[in-house]
């Protein structure tokens, strides 16, 4: 996946951990909502992700109204609050 310049004045992290409902959550500076299920990448693009092992363990996106980089953490422990199908 192509990697983008990151401009450290404009990044944000966001624990999954932290959130409640399905998901989706404000950009930390413009409001916008983001939603994992927008896969037009109008409203954010995806920069980079990285994995552990076989595992998501964080996304980097983009917001694409603002342009804040957001940093997306908290996969494993959003894993492990997952009911067993």
């Known amino acids: 996946?192509?990697?983008?310049?990151?401009?450290?004045?404009?990044?944000?992290?966001?624990?999954?951990?932290t959130l409640d409902g399905e998901g989706s959550f404000p950009c930390p500076t413009c409001g916008?909502?983001?939603s994992p299920d927008d896969e037009s990448e109008e409203v954010?693009?995806?920069?980079?992700?990285?994995m552990a092992?076989?595992?998501l363990a964080e996304l980097?996106?983009?917001c694409g109204t603002c342009k804040t980089i957001i940093r997306i953490t908290g996969?494993?422990?959003?894993?492990t609050r997952l009911p067993n199908e």
């Open 44 to 50: 954010y693009q995806i920069i980079d992700t990285k």
């Open 53 to 55: 092992g076989d595992e």
């Open 1 to 17: 996946m192509k990697k983008a310049a990151v401009n450290k004045d404009n990044l944000q992290t966001l624990d999954l951990a």
């Open 60 to 62: 980097v996106i983009c």
């Open 32 to 34: 916008t909502l983001i």
């Open 75 to 79: 996969f494993q422990q959003l894993l």
